[in-house]
């Protein structure tokens, strides 16, 4: 047996494969971890699937809104299959940095921007009235708060950059940072639906409540800056360019449904699962895919 080691130790490419390893756990060991190594990161990861898997299984948002309450607004997960981490960003201010500050440098400029304005008005298309619509507006405001189509929003760097964040975060070696530098490649989720349904800011924040509307938002540096204050329709230049068609559509649907039709909750156990976008599913009878039954009479 002690032979057959010493033959195993002997032979060149295994003596070149430890050497190897040893130097390269020796390097990692030694190497100054970059900021966004040292970023806070949840516990629980599988070898395989990373943190992606409790994303993906738990009720949309879950996950984040677990290790949003535990790390803080910023921090890693780790990515399925050994693909490099992901940073995960609730803040505010880094949320409006990647969205609106810098994708197009017309957007700052003060040449370029009045004329476009004075070509296209007060954007591409536009419902004359909108503000009168008082209980509507609260309703679909509240409802996309709490049920966002695009549940989670991701972008990828393609050039290296420093993200600033509005709430500073500790690393794991104590230093305190408020910019997390990101190389090409690095891959940011922005999960809006947890941010929509952060306790920090919003009173009972799973609660369908439309009336929370009609009282003073939270306070504005901890609200994002998209349609409502919400990340429904994401923010800056290249947020949805149908969300005016979109909100009329909900509006002049609802009120026809509603002027014609009663609606009772069915009394099923519902849950919500993302297929593409965010959707409602019974409980336990996957084989009706996505659907909300609710008993219909005529009025
Ligand atoms: C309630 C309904 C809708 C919701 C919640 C919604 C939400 C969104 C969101 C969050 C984005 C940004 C995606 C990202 O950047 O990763 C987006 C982009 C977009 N949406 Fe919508 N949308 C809705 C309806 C519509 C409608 C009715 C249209 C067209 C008539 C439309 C056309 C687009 C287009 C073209 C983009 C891509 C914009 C770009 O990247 O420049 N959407 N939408």
Same mark, same amino acid.
């Given at each position: ?17 430890? !050497? ?20 806070? $990161? ?18 949309? #948002?879950? *996950? @984040?809104?677990?290790?949003? /309450? ?8 780790? *990515? ?25 440098? @017309? ?15 007060? %954007?591409? #298309?536009?419902?004359? #009235? ?5 209980r509507m +507006?609260?309703l679909v405001?509240e409802t996309l +708060?709490l049920y ?17 964040? #509005?709430?500073? !975060? ?11 530098? $990101?190389?090409? %490649? ?7 639906? *947890?941010?929509? +349904?952060?306790? /920090? ?7 369908f409540?439309p ?14 800056? %998209? ?13 949805? $360019?149908? @969300? ?5 559509q909900y509006k002049v649907i609802l009120t026809y449904l509603l002027e014609r039709f009663k609606f009772e909750d069915a009394g099923m156990d519902i849950t919500l699962?993302?297929? /593409?976008?965010l959707q409602a599913w019974v409980k336990d009878r996957?084989e009706l895919g996505g659907c909300l039954p609710v008993n219909v009479d005529l009025l």
């Amino acid at each position: 047996m002690a032979g057959l080691l010493n033959d195993t130790l002997n032979s060149t490419p295994v003596l070149v494969i430890l !050497v190897l390893v040893i130097v390269w756990r020796l390097s990692a060991a030694f190497r100054r971890k970059s900021v966004l190594e040292s970023l806070p $990161v949840p516990s629980g990861a599988e070898f395989v699937w990373g943190h992606e898997k409790q994303v993906f299984m738990n009720e949309p #948002g879950q *996950a @984040y809104r677990k290790w949003k /309450s535990e790390l803080g607004l910023t921090y890693r997960i780790k *990515a399925a299959f050994g693909a490099p981490d992901i940073l995960v960003l609730s803040d505010p201010v880094s949320i409006a940095y990647i969205l609106q500050k810098k994708i197009y440098d @017309y957007h700052h400029s003060r040449v370029v921007r009045p004329r476009v304005a004075r070509l296209l008005g007060k %954007g591409l #298309g536009w419902v004359e #009235g909108e503000a009168e619509h008082k209980r509507m +507006r609260r309703l679909v405001r509240e409802t996309l +708060r709490l049920y966002p189509g695009l549940p989670y929003i991701e972008r990828v760097a393609t050039v290296p950059d420093s993200i600033p964040l #509005g709430e500073p !975060v500790k690393l794991s070696n104590g230093e305190v940072v408020s910019q997390i530098p $990101v190389l090409p %490649g690095q891959v940011v989720v922005i999960p809006c639906i *947890a941010i929509h +349904r952060m306790d /920090s800011v919003w009173e009972d924040p799973d609660v369908f409540r439309p009336e929370r509307w009609l009282k003073d938002l939270p306070a504005s540096e901890k609200l994002c800056s %998209g349609w409502a204050n919400t990340l429904a329709f994401s923010d800056g230049p290249r947020n949805c $360019v149908g @969300y005016r068609l979109a909100i009329f559509q909900y509006k002049v649907i609802l009120t026809y449904l509603l002027e014609r039709f009663k609606f009772e909750d069915a009394g099923m156990d519902i849950t919500l699962k993302i297929a /593409s976008s965010l959707q409602a599913w019974v409980k336990d009878r996957p084989e009706l895919g996505g659907c909300l039954p609710v008993n219909v009479d005529l009025l």
